[in-house]
């Protein structure tokens, strides 16, 4: 428990690093999963390695002393965990849970009001690309548990802003997005990023491996200068609109471009930077493990004494 | 459906047809045409010999207000709705007419090649 508790933390940081500078240089899809499931592993395991070092302050007090059967004063001499510090981390917990709650409740919120817009597009729009007459050019994939709900909701200004081709283009970008659920990693990431807002970092790199694995998706289905071609069309008409990008992209730098680049030059291959990935998250949940047994042996001592 | 809503008015069947660049008989697209008409998804008026076909829009109007809201709620809108392009700034512009010129030379060789 004592030098264990305190890796995840450390390798929050690492994956951090790790993500920004590997995400570029793998393939999107794999790039994507990677990030995501690291992701949750070391929120996970850092809320947990909080949890640990938060136990002594919750164990100190009478009633739970009382269920746990250990004594209250053994507990303040014989924690490795410095009685400060065990404060600082039961603050944390309690900061984490509000946030997480917070999150998921921000999350289903947005999960009823597709789910009114769709109700919409059951009527106008049954087979799954609705339309919406608007001179802005807009694009978007709006989601739904249930596959048949799906619909790409397209504006009469991008049709007539692209070509036939560009536009079977965009509507695989967008079907890909529907298809692989997306949006379903984009929840993940957000909630992790709730638990330790250092992985706001690494879900805007997810963000933009999405992408990147639609755009290929789109660029499979027609070629890859057609779908380079619509996306800077699309980009170059939108750039009026949005006078405030948003954080988290303007985090990443130039998306837009480097994605219309990407789509220009051949997909990245190179692995080593997954298992990197991969590694990290293991050690993090592994760290935590041994620091949750550890733990449980503390308190199984404090007990018999 | 994407021919339909790109034209500026009603299309009669040939119309529709040729938008769609004559990938389906004349017969298939006037069966498509009927049945999108049966389900209420487009309404029709003659032109001479056939109908002209124009897709009821005002439905859609009340759904975009929908997909606006949607939007216009707060940040992290992306756990439902994940579009093509999300807020570009203004110095990204010049970036993107080069690679978007560099787009263009790649598909004209292409369709050469």
Redesign the interface.
């Known amino acids: 428990m004592r030098t264990t508790v305190y890796l995840p933390f450390l390798l929050t940081g690492a994956l951090v690093v790790l993500g920004r500078l590997g995400s570029g240089r793998l393939s999107p899809r794999i790039a994507a999963w990677t990030l995501v499931c690291c992701a949750a592993v070391v929120a996970a395991s850092s809320a947990v390695a909080v949890a640990i070092l938060a136990s002594p302050t919750l164990a100190r007090l009478p009633m739970v002393a009382h269920i746990g059967r250990w004594p209250v004063a053994a507990v303040a001499t014989r924690s490795p965990v410095p009685p400060w510090l065990s404060l600082v981390a039961a603050v944390v917990v309690v900061g984490i849970v509000i946030s997480v709650a917070g999150t998921a409740w921000?999350?289903a919120a947005?999960?009823h009001?597709?789910r009114?817009?769709r109700r919409?597009?059951d009527?106008?729009?049954?087979?799954g690309?609705?339309?919406?007459?608007?001179p802005d050019p807009?694009?978007?994939?709006?989601?739904?548990p249930d596959r048949r709900h799906h619909r790409v909701?397209?504006s009469?200004g991008m049709?007539?802003l692209l070509d036939?081709q560009e536009?079977a283009a965009?509507l695989a970008?967008?079907r890909s997005?529907l298809r692989h659920n997306?949006?379903m990693f984009?929840?993940v990431a957000?909630l992790a990023r709730a638990v330790h807002p250092l992985l706001g970092s690494t879900a805007v790199d997810l963000?933009y491996a999405?992408e990147r694995w639609a755009d290929e998706d789109a660029a499979t289905a027609t070629?890859?200068?057609?779908a380079?071609?619509a996306?800077?069309?699309?980009?170059?008409a939108?750039?009026g609109?949005?006078p405030?990008?948003?954080?988290?992209?303007?985090l990443h730098g130039?998306?837009?471009?480097d994605r219309?680049?990407a789509?220009?030059d051949e997909p990245p291959h190179h692995r080593p930077w997954a298992w990197a990935l991969v590694a990290t998250a293991l050690v993090a949940a592994g760290a935590c493990l041994w620091a949750t047994h550890d733990t449980e042996l503390f308190y199984e001592a404090l007990r018999r004494s | 459906?994407?021919a339909l809503?790109?034209a500026d008015g009603a299309m009669t069947p040939a119309k529709v047809q040729a938008a769609m660049?004559g990938d389906l008989a004349y017969t298939t697209v006037m069966t498509i045409l009927a049945r999108l008409h049966e389900?209420?998804?487009i309404e029709r008026t003659k032109a001479g010999r056939a109908f002209a076909y124009r897709?009821?829009?005002a439905?859609?109007?009340?759904?975009?207000e929908?997909?606006r809201?949607?939007l216009d709620?707060g940040?992290?809108?992306?756990?439902?709705?994940?579009?093509?392009?999300?807020?570009?700034?203004?110095e990204?512009?010049a970036?993107?007419?080069t690679?978007?010129a560099?787009?263009?030379a790649?598909?004209a060789a292409?369709e050469q090649g």
């Open positions: 921000h999350l947005q999960l009001a597709g009114s817009a919409g597009f009527r106008s729009a049954p087979s690309l609705a339309m919406i007459d608007d807009l694009a978007y994939a709006l989601w739904a909701i397209v009469t049709v007539r036939p536009r965009v970008h967008e997005h997306h949006p984009v929840a957000t963000r999405l070629s890859r200068p057609v380079a071609s996306l800077a069309k699309a980009g170059l939108t750039l609109q949005h405030a990008p948003m954080i988290e992209m303007a130039h998306a837009v471009p219309v680049a789509l220009l | 459906m994407v809503w790109a660049g389900k209420g998804v897709p009821i829009v439905e859609a109007d009340v759904v975009a929908h997909v809201r949607l709620r940040q992290d809108r992306t756990a439902v709705l994940q579009g093509l392009v999300d807020g570009l700034r203004p990204e512009g970036t993107l007419r690679l978007l560099r787009a263009d790649a598909r292409a």
